[in-house]
């Protein structure tokens, strides 16, 4: 399925819009993860595990965006957006939450 950030696909022509699409990825955070992250927050440096449950939960958001285009009979979703924030649920952590929102389209 073509995925594009941009509002418009060089040489093809959109046939219909679908409608906007949207999909949610939430990850809990691990004591021992943090641990090691506020580790590297005092010395500094890159955070490797949060790196790589981004990248997973980025690639997993656009997966689940481009399945709830498909059940609306697109073939590509354009103006394709990735975010991401927290939700704090107590003192004790937060939930890591990724969205990614796009429009769905039929392209010739």
């Known amino acids: 399925m073509l995925t594009s950030t941009t509002d418009i ?3 093809r022509t959109i046939a219909r819009y679908h409608g906007i699409v949207t999909a949610e990825v939430v990850y809990g955070t691990n004591a ?5 992250a506020g580790i590297r927050d005092l010395i500094g440096g890159r955070t490797g595990s949060y790196e790589q449950i981004f990248e997973k939960g980025h690639r997993e958001a656009i997966a689940e965006l481009t399945e709830r285009a498909q059940k ?3 073939n590509g979703v354009i103006g394709v957006a990735v ?10 952590g ?9 429009t769905a389209v039929t392209v010739d």
């Open 9 to 11: 696909v060089q040489g």
């Open 32 to 36: 021992l993860r943090d641990f090691f």
């Open 72 to 74: 609306l009979g697109a």
């Open 83 to 92: 975010n991401t924030g927290t939700i704090n649920i107590d003192d004790r």
């Open 94 to 102: 937060a939930l890591l939450l990724i969205t990614a929102t796009g």
